[in-house]
Each structure stands twice: as C-alpha cells, then as structure tokens.
C-alpha cells in the first residue's frame, strides 16, 4: 500500500511539473498562451513597481494618494472588463487566450507608462523618479 501511495505521488508529481516553454520557439497554442501569460505577468509586475513609487511619493498627501488607488481600480475594472469583450470577440477560435492576452499587456504598458508620465516625472529639468518604461 505505501509502495502504491508512494508512486502514485511521484507520477502526480511529474504531471504538476509542466516543462519549461522556449517562448523564443512558441508553436502549440498551450506555448503561446503561457508566454503571452508570462509576458503579461511580467508587464504587471513593472506596473505594480511604477505604482508602489507613485503611491510613495504622494504618501504624505491623502487625497493624491487615494485618488491613485481609486483611479488604479477603475482602471483595473476597465482592463478585465475590455479585454473580456476581446476575449468574447475570439471565443470561436483557440486564438482567443493570445488575444486576450495580447489585450491585458497593450493596456498594461499604456499604464505602466501614464502612471509614469502622471506622477513620477517632473516639469522642470529633475529626472524621473524611474525611468521611462518600454
């Protein structure tokens, strides 16, 4: 019995193991989507790190602040809710997990970036607080 239970954990831990994807040489539609996953994974990190520095330096400035937060979860509500209707657009096809991906990661570098031209740049010749996100 404990020979049983014993290979049954390894062969189920084979199976969560997913193999590493070459996004480089994506082909399947199961590749695509986990780069364009990973790619729109990474553009949230960045957009979190532009976030947390705007968040810091109004930190002492309640209405700022909370006008970012407020902004940043409409924007959020706006994102889903938008890339939801691509995804719609594309629901008849295996496509639509890259679309909807290719979607959340425009929207997401167009954020990274106004939150960066908004709040972290200055008018006068100071450098940014980051830099100019790509």
């Known amino acids: 019995m404990k020979l049983r239970l ?11 193991q997913a193999e590493e994807v070459d996004c480089n040489n994506a082909f399947t539609t199961y590749e695509m989507n986990t780069c364009a996953a990973k790619e729109v ?13 705007a968040k810091e330096k109004y930190a002492d400035d309640a209405a700022i602040f909370k ?8 924007w959020l509500a706006y994102r889903t809710t938008h890339c939801d ?3 719609e657009v594309w629901s008849g096809g295996s496509i639509r997990g890259v679309m909807t ?9 167009e954020r990274t970036h106004t939150i960066w031209a908004d709040y972290l740049t200055y008018m006068d010749s100071t450098p940014p607080l980051l830099p100019e996100p790509k």
């Open 6 to 16: 014993g290979l049954i954990v390894v062969l189920l831990s084979c199976v969560c």
């Open 85 to 87: 209707s691509v995804r």
């Open 41 to 53: 994974e990474a553009a949230n990190i960045l957009l979190e790190q532009y976030l947390k520095k």
């Open 101 to 109: 991906s290719g979607c959340k990661l425009q929207l997401t570098k």
């Open 67 to 74: 006008s970012i937060e407020n902004g940043q979860g409409a």
